[in-house]
């Protein structure tokens, strides 16, 4: 849905203009999974996919929100009455972005809010990033709070953490907000310090395809939450601040400190090396060789499947099949347990991989799996 479509969606709405339309995107991460809340390296860049929103400006402490995607008339809010975790809806992302601000001190006095998403929910693809960061982006510059991007995704984050109860890192939001067209986004998660690398595939014949599996994931549930607990556990075992101050060539020393402890030795292996792999998928891209990318990414794959465990059989056969079709290399990308996975190819191999792994979720009995091309565009913004 374009600008103007959510701007007449508001109009007929609330029977007014709104103050602006903003728009913020969804994101694929090529490399650095479940690092980020283990303050390490994450390489993700922003899908074309956007949530739209159109938003007024209040001042009477009254909050209004609105999907088009959704069924049903606006949900109407007292911003002063906000409570974490009194909200199981699709509302308490965006609510929960009102409360983060205001508990940061920001004077938002309330809003009208109508929005529309082309981020497919559930596939791992940032759709809960999107919806927050659009909003933050829009009462950003509603109530002049200047607040830069990474602070802004810094808030988004707590918004989710607390006010919606899912303890997911910085990365998505941190993406949403801050990644630029043509580029892929290396993120230091400890100080958020940022570098654009750039990213453009199609110059060297090379696609990116996200292969939606269509298995909806969901990070408030436990999975993700114990994973993260693991890791806490294994850097205090290790007596760290977090699992980045391990090393890559002192893997081995501390897997042998962690002794039995089989499951967060595993864990601890995935992070540690997982790193690894961004800081080599990060000079690859920057010494101009993007094809050779692709076995680190299929490494990174065999990590999360083997190591971290958050894989599932339609992520595994979405990457073993498209490899098979002569695909450079594939994984699955995102929290886990579902969504999606991504897969490197020549372009002219493009066909011959998208029917390859469509047939093998026919053989295997699943659901056909949704592919499209991958192209790394613009953050967070004002529309109109
Ligand atoms: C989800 C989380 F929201 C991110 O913070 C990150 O941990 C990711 O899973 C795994 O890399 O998208």
Not at 17 to 44: K, Q, S
Not at 128 to 140: D, T
Not at 176 to 188: K, N, R, T, V
Request: charged share 20%; with cysteine; proline share 5%.
């Amino acid at each position: 849905m374009g600008a103007q479509e959510v701007r007449d969606g508001f109009a007929a709405l609330y029977g007014a203009e709104p103050d602006g339309v903003w728009a913020a995107p969804g994101r694929v991460n090529l490399i650095g999974e479940h690092t980020d809340y283990n303050d390490g390296f994450v390489m993700p860049f922003a899908l074309p996919h956007v949530t739209v929103a159109a938003l007024a400006r209040r001042t009477d402490g009254v909050l209004r929100l609105h999907s088009a995607d959704v069924p049903g008339g606006p949900v109407e809010l007292r911003v002063d009455a906000l409570a974490p975790g009194s909200d199981k809806a699709w509302t308490a992302y965006p609510a929960g972005v009102v409360w983060a601000l205001r508990e940061a001190g920001h004077a938002v006095t309330g809003a009208d809010v109508h929005l529309s998403s082309t981020v497919p929910s559930g596939a791992g693809l940032s759709s809960s990033a999107a919806l927050e960061v659009v909003i933050a982006s829009a009462l950003n510059d509603l109530f002049s709070l200047g607040l830069e991007g990474w602070r802004l995704a810094r808030l988004c984050q707590r918004a989710e953490n607390v006010y919606v109860g899912a303890p997911t890192g910085i990365m998505d939001q941190t993406a949403s907000a801050c990644c630029e067209a043509g580029h892929a986004l290396f993120l230091d998660t400890r100080d958020l310090s940022q570098r654009q690398i750039p990213f453009d595939l199609a110059a060297e014949g090379l696609r990116l395809l996200v292969v939606d599996t269509r298995v909806k994931h969901a990070h408030s549930d436990g999975e993700y939450g114990k994973r993260r607990a693991g890791c806490e556990k294994g850097a205090a075992l290790l007596g760290v601040d977090a699992l980045r101050d391990i090393p890559y060539d002192g893997l081995g020393s501390a897997l042998a400190r962690l002794g039995d402890e089989e499951e967060i030795r595993r864990l601890v292996r995935h992070v540690v090396t997982e790193n690894e792999r961004v800081e080599r998928v990060v000079s690859l891209l920057e010494s101009g060789t993007p094809r050779a990318i692709g076995p680190v990414l299929t490494e990174g794959h065999a990590s999360l499947r083997d190591d971290f465990r958050i894989s599932c059989p339609e992520l595994d056969l979405a990457v073993e099949s498209s490899l098979a079709a002569g695909a450079l290399g594939a994984r699955m990308t995102g929290g886990g347990f579902g969504g999606s996975a991504i897969v490197l190819t020549a372009q002219a191999d493009v066909p011959a991989v998208t029917k390859a792994v469509e047939e093998a979720f026919t053989t295997a009995g699943f659901t056909p799996p949704r592919t499209f091309e991958a192209v790394p565009s613009a953050g967070a913004g004002r529309l109109s």
